[in-house]
């Protein structure tokens, strides 16, 4: 994705949203992707499916570089930015480069960093939806591990007979929360019979 530089540098939401981006099915096509090898999240995202390779088993085994911990910079230049920065340097070179990277978890995006999606020209676009959703894996980790926590507390404290099972929750009582708050919550939990609050 060409990008036009400019002095002197802007914001990284700028950066990310002056980007103009290529569909990502022209993406998979200038690798050898047909449309059904890659499963599309809207006109900007997709996920390749695993049995592309058996499709590309006789093409040579490509290089493989791994970016799996560094210390950031004070700035937060840290994984994303070298992955990202690695493949766009490769790329200028004229290199064939495919990026994989997974969604980053809310503690960036949320807290003092404001995201983890890499920064100036070395960052990922649209940077909104991956901060936040990116393909939706991770609502759905959060989905299951709450529907879970519910059978859990609706089936096993009625169960007469079985073996006893315990699922730590945070709550309240185990929380930095302010004292006001605390004390609402441990009313209400007094008034609770159930054996997992």
């Known amino acids: 994705m060409p990008v036009k530089r400019v002095e002197p540098v ?7 949203q002056a980007a103009e981006l290529i569909p990502i099915v022209e993406v998979a096509k200038s690798v050898g992707l047909s449309e059904d090898d890659f499963d599309l999240y809207g006109k900007w995202k997709a996920k390749v499916h695993l049995d592309v390779l058996e499709k590309f088993k006789d093409r040579p085994n ?3 570089i791994d970016v799996t911990a560094i210390t950031p910079t004070p700035l937060g230049e840290g994984k994303t ?5 690695v493949s ?3 790329h200028y070179i004229g290199k064939k480069v495919f990026t ?3 969604q980053p978890s809310q503690g960036p995006t949320f807290g003092i960093k404001g995201g983890a999606a890499g920064g100036g020209y070395s960052q990922i676009v649209p940077m909104e939806d991956f901060n936040l959703h990116l393909t939706g894996d991770i609502h759905a ?3 299951a591990h709450n529907l879970l926590a519910a059978a859990i507390a609706i089936v096993w404290p009625r169960k007469p007979a079985g073996p006893r099972i315990t699922w730590p929750r945070r709550s309240a009582l185990t929380t930095n929360i302010p004292p006001a708050c605390a004390n609402g919550w441990k009313s209400w939990a ?5 054996p997992l609050i």
């Open 81 to 85: 930015v070298t992955t990202i920065g």
């Open 141 to 143: 980790v959060g989905a």
């Open 88 to 90: 766009q340097g490769l």
């Open 10 to 16: 802007p914001s990284d939401i700028e950066i990310a």
């Open 62 to 64: 490509a290089k493989y």
């Open 100 to 102: 994989c990277i997974r």
């Open 190 to 194: 007094s008034s609770r019979k159930s």
